[in-house]
């Protein structure tokens, strides 16, 4: 079964730093671009970060560029958003996704792992 | 940036008639289109990308069309179980990809 797993979220003060991952499986994930999505309470999805298959190629939305850095381990499936100088507004359930090959749309997602930052 | 407008914000339908959303886009994004349905408490779950290609296992009720800006979600006969959040994505101008604020669809 084809499976993405978030981790590491938490509540964390403002300023701090968290470091969430993605475990994926059924799939041969170093084929695969990744990305994050987030969604703070009651709002729509933001798009957080974009990685190619090899990890060449990085991009960030402008809300997150200097404070979050993606990366992935194809050896150990892994997806990876290194978080830091969090605000209050990077409060958000954040998900990963996977793009299938066919299109940059998002075709299977995590459950999701809830950030809060807060004091 | 192109910014996604989808309308309405709410749409109240009665189980077995037709839903119909729009997505707009501030400038063409061709067919680089998807459309996700999210549930509460849910993750949000692909439906249509290409502006009208099913999904995987996405039932034939639902119909996306359009490109350029303009762009349409159909549910043909509504299901209690369509009932949710539909989002629209584009991903044909990016970084960033953008998404519509969303249009809930709840029982009437």
């Known amino acids: 079964e084809v499976q993405l797993e978030e981790s590491g979220g938490g509540l964390v003060q403002p300023g701090g730093s968290l470091r969430l991952s993605c475990a994926a499986s059924?799939?041969?994930?170093?084929?695969?671009?990744m990305n994050w999505v987030r969604q703070a309470p009651g709002k729509g999805l933001e798009w957080v970060s974009y990685?190619?298959?090899?990890?060449?190629?990085?991009y960030y939305a402008d809300s997150v560029e200097g404070r979050f850095t993606i990366s992935r381990d194809n050896a150990k499936n892994l997806l990876h958003l290194q978080m830091n100088s969090l605000r209050a507004e990077d409060t958000a359930v954040y998900y990963c996704?996977?793009?299938?090959?066919?299109?940059?749309?998002?075709?299977?997602w995590g459950q999701g792992t809830t950030v809060t930052v807060s004091s | 940036e192109t910014v996604m407008t989808q309308s309405p914000a709410t749409l109240s339908v009665s189980p077995g008639e037709r839903a119909t959303l729009s997505c707009r886009a501030s400038?063409?994004?061709?067919?680089?289109l998807a459309w996700y349905q999210q549930k509460p408490g849910q993750a949000p779950r692909l439906l249509i990308y290409?502006?009208?290609t099913r999904a995987t296992g996405i039932p034939a009720r639902f119909r996306g069309s359009g490109s350029g800006t303009e762009f349409t979600l159909t549910i043909s006969s509504l299901q209690s179980e369509d009932f949710a959040v539909y989002y629209c994505?584009?991903?044909?101008?990016?970084?960033?990809?953008?998404f519509g604020q969303g249009t809930k669809v709840e029982i009437k």
């Open positions: 996704a996977r793009v299938p090959y066919i299109s940059y749309a998002m075709d299977v």
């Open positions: 059924g799939f041969t994930f170093s084929g695969h671009v």
């Open positions: 990685i190619s298959s090899s990890g060449s190629a990085i």
């Open positions: 400038q063409s994004v061709s067919s680089d």
């Open positions: 290409g502006a009208s």
């Open positions: 994505q584009q991903y044909n101008n990016w970084p960033p990809m953008t």
